[in-house]
């Protein structure tokens, strides 16, 4: 993975009501978003950095991630490099007997993350973080 000199995360303190009890309110440290990137963005930043063309980039990401889609649908874990590994889940009703359970049992479904080696390694170590606002 890449790593881009200067990342710096923001963050504001925020306070916190504690209802249960009567006890004092607390703060805390809340990361703060500045912004989104779009999948364009990011295609066009990989075709600066590389000698393939914003469109080529594009192509390929998308042929990703349909397959992406089929294999998880297939019941997959999808490990892609540094970007995690991914899998399907759900989540079910209980039942008194295993042959009550159906595919009606099943409430929603979700995916599950996991970081890379290297993501993992950028949480360990920590980022360098800045209040926002500040200087």
């Keep these: 993975m890449a790593q881009l000199n200067n990342q710096t995360l923001r963050y ?20 703060v978003h500045t912004g989104i990137v779009t999948f364009d963005q990011i295609c066009k930043e990989v075709g600066d950095r590389c000698s393939l063309t914003p469109g080529d980039v594009k192509h390929a990401a998308m042929e990703i991630a349909a397959l992406y889609q089929f294999h998880l649908a297939e019941g997959r874990i999808v490990e892609l490099g540094d970007l995690g590994r991914y899998k399907i889940g759900f989540q079910c009703k209980a039942e008194d007997h ?19 080696k290297a993501i993992k390694k950028m949480l360990k170590v920590g980022m360098t973080i800045k209040r926002e606002g500040g200087r």
């Design 12 to 31: 504001r303190i925020t306070r916190r009501k504690n209802t249960i009890g009567g006890k004092k309110d607390q703060y805390i440290m809340q990361a």
């Design 98 to 116: 295993p042959d009550k359970l159906t595919k009606k049992s099943i409430k929603k479904f979700h995916l599950n993350f996991q970081p890379s």
